[in-house]
């Protein structure tokens, strides 16, 4: 019997995190900075975890990070998703911590506090943002 490829889930940009998704499809990794502190946050908080101002501008971020944490999925939650793959906190240098997966890199050889970059993985209608080693 062959199984039918089944695809991944992807997200859809609302109102909120359009901005976002329009950048990671020019290649340019956005996120909300606070406009009275400064402080840089994750899409889409509507308020700043320094200060609670809503107030925020979209701006780009570089690109680059560290990795915080990670961990080796095993358990096949989603018949899109082909086990093993890793799940990958990002730190970024502005701040904010990213949920993402490394990619050029075999699942064994991540390490906490490698340094990265990120790349946008294209799909049909977005592109999510991934990591590999800088
Ligand atoms: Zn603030």
Redesign the pocket.
């Known amino acids: 019997m062959t199984e039918t490829a089944i695809p991944k889930p992807l997200p859809e940009a609302d109102e909120t995190s359009g901005p976002f998704f329009e950048g990671a499809m020019e290649g340019r990794l956005m996120l909300m900075r606070?406009?009275?502190?400064?402080?840089w946050r994750l899409p889409s908080r509507q308020?700043?975890?320094?200060?609670?101002?809503p107030?925020?501008t979209w701006e780009q971020a570089s690109g680059r990070g560290t990795v915080r944490t990670f961990g080796i999925m095993h358990q096949r939650y989603h018949p899109g998703f082909q086990n093993p793959y890793n799940v990958t906190i990002v730190e970024l240098e502005e701040g904010p911590r990213l949920p993402t997966n490394m990619v050029g890199i075999a699942d064994e050889q991540i390490r906490v506090d490698m340094p990265v970059v990120v790349e946008f993985e294209p799909h049909e209608d977005v592109a999510l943002p991934k990591f590999r080693p800088a």
């Open positions: 606070c406009s009275d502190c400064g402080t308020h700043c975890d320094a200060c609670l101002s107030n925020f």
